[in-house]
T-cell receptor, first 111, second 113 residues
Framework: QKEVEQNSGPLSVPEGAIASLNCTYS??????FFWYRQYSGKSPELIMS????GDKEDGRFTAQLNKASQYVSLLIRDSQPSDSATYLC???????????FGSGTRLLVRP | SQTIHQWPATLVQPVGSPLSLECTVE??????LYWYRQAAGRGLQLLFY??????ISSEVPQNLSASRPQDRQFILSSKKLLLSDSGFYLC????????????FGPGTRLTVL
């Protein structure tokens, strides 16, 4: 079992729809959770951080964390073609300087 | 605000040649520094990280090495490149706080021929 798992996709949604990206992790000691967006040929960009159970909203993005289910998700409302990218989920274990990355989910937003 | 620089942006090197990639961070002090590699179509592989000058932790045995000669400078090196060293090399910095968000530089795309 991978430490951080994501569906590789592609996830295809029409413009204006809600895109839902999911991530599961194996270590119950994980404390911090991150979503990065990576456009093709570019470096990852941090878009959301979440540390406690529940929802965290920032503009069109909502991160959801459920530590009991070891599940973190990213919702993108009113999806735009410019949201088309690979989304990486990353998890930090307690007392670690390191992040464990999933392999990413490719999102395609159709005009 | 913090800025992270990497150079060169693109590099084509023959097998067996040496490598030196440099990363510098501005606008912060005593950052944690990281080197990652991303092979084509693959996830991020942590290669090295450093929590201070001269302190290097290696994650994957390989022919690469890292050094941190100054607080905000991180260097990735190799004496002899292999074909399998090709990839997208990313430097990242993170704060010393408990949340440990990491921020990536623009990356160096290395092709070994």
């Amino acid at each position: 079992q991978k430490e951080v798992e994501q569906n590789s996709g592609p996830l295809s949604v029409p413009e204006g729809a809600i895109a839902s990206l999911n991530c599961t992790y194996s270590d119950r000691g994980s404390q911090s959770f991150f979503w990065y967006r990576q456009y093709s040929g570019k470096s990852p960009e941090l878009i959301m951080s979440i540390y406690s159970n529940g929802d965290k909203e920032d503009g069109r993005f909502t991160a959801q964390l459920n530590k009991a289910s070891q599940y973190v998700s990213l919702l993108i409302r009113d999806s735009q073609p410019s949201d088309s990218a690979t989304y990486l989920c990353a998890v930090r274990r307690d007392s670690s300087y390191k992040l464990i990355f999933g392999s990413g989910t490719r999102l395609l937003v159709r005009p | 605000s913090q800025t992270i620089h990497q150079w060169p942006a693109t590099l084509v090197q023959p097998v067996g040649s040496p490598l030196s990639l440099e990363c510098t961070v501005e606008g912060t002090s005593n950052p944690n520094l990281y080197w990652y590699r991303q092979a084509a179509g693959r996830g991020l592989q942590l290669l090295f990280y450093s929590v201070g000058i001269g302190q290097i932790s290696s994650e994957v045995p390989q022919n690469l090495s890292a050094s941190r000669p100054q607080d905000r400078q991180f260097i990735l090196s190799s004496k002899k490149l292999l074909l399998s060293d090709s990839g997208f090399y990313l430097c990242a910095w993170g704060g010393q706080g408990s949340y440990n968000e990491q921020f990536f530089g623009p990356g160096t795309r290395l092709t070994v021929l």
